[in-house]
């Protein structure tokens, strides 16, 4: 085992942090700045370019921007819900007491540390293990790791039923905002295919020369060039999240499969059938499910 540093006494289970802190801060909000900025220009392309200056139909006009907003909408909140939803951190309880790391750092051999852990977490609902069969335990945060936990380095603490850390939304994914993150790629990948399939129509007048001349004309372009494709690659990465939902496994799951106490690995050891797991992660009440809000 490695090098125990001594209890920090810091409650949240995160450790120190060093002195760049606030500038690694502002430079992992990159990713997001570049998202919301494409966002704002696809508004103005398609809100101004497209809808006001190209649509001459006054019906169809309405029936567009309305649409495009309530989509708009729905990819923005649930966007804004994955960024802003504090991660899942371990209770206090889980926490190694000073006494106990000190007898892990002297232990003498790897039975006497299986031993010490395992004799600290009887009481915590763990099922998962090592490859070793020992009780999960990060070294950072000197906690018993729970179930489905792992420790984030981005965060710098141990995350509750760790997805990912998605450098997109400047967040970990995890317990607390995977439904969102969830409908933030639904959303999106809707919000892309609404804008591809309603400007096609004024993609294909752009070469036939029937669009007014000007720069406008450019931004319809690149509109539906842009929107087709994010929606190529959306799709892939929602239906492949889709897929997790179902089987009820996380990213990290679906690469190493959760080894349990008894029965050793299993990548369907939380599989509790289709509908089951799908509640897991968006509740029980269907009219909330396509809703970014908290329903668990
Ligand atoms: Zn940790
Ligand atoms: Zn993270």
Known sequence: MGNYDKPNGNPGGRIKKPPCYTLMRIFK??????????????????LVQLCIYSITNIAEKIIFIILYHIFLALFLF?????????????PLKWRIPGSEIEKLFH?????????ILENFARDLPVTNRTIHGSVRFCEKCQ????????????????????DHHCPWVNNCVNFTNYKFFVLFLGYALLYCLYIALTSLEFFIKFWKNELTEGMGRFHILFLFFVSLMFAISLVSLFGYHIYLVLHNRTTLEAFRPPIFRSGGPDKNGYNLGKRANFQEVFGDNPRLWFLPIYTR
């Not at 649930?78 to 371990?90: A, C, K, P």
């Not at 003498?108 to 540390?113: L, R």
């Not at 936990?149 to 141990?158: A, K, L, W």
């Open 29 to 46: 909000w990159i990713p997001v700045v570049f998202i919301i900025s494409i966002i704002a220009w696809s508004y103005y392309a398609y």
């Open 78 to 90: 649930s966007y804004w819900q994955t960024i802003f939803t504090n991660v899942g951190t371990v």
């Open 107 to 115: 232990a003498e051999s790897q039975e006497q540390q299986k031993r």
């Open 143 to 162: 906690i018993i790791k729970p179930d489905r936990g792992h420790h984030c380095s981005v965060c710098g603490t141990c995350v509750l039923k760790m």
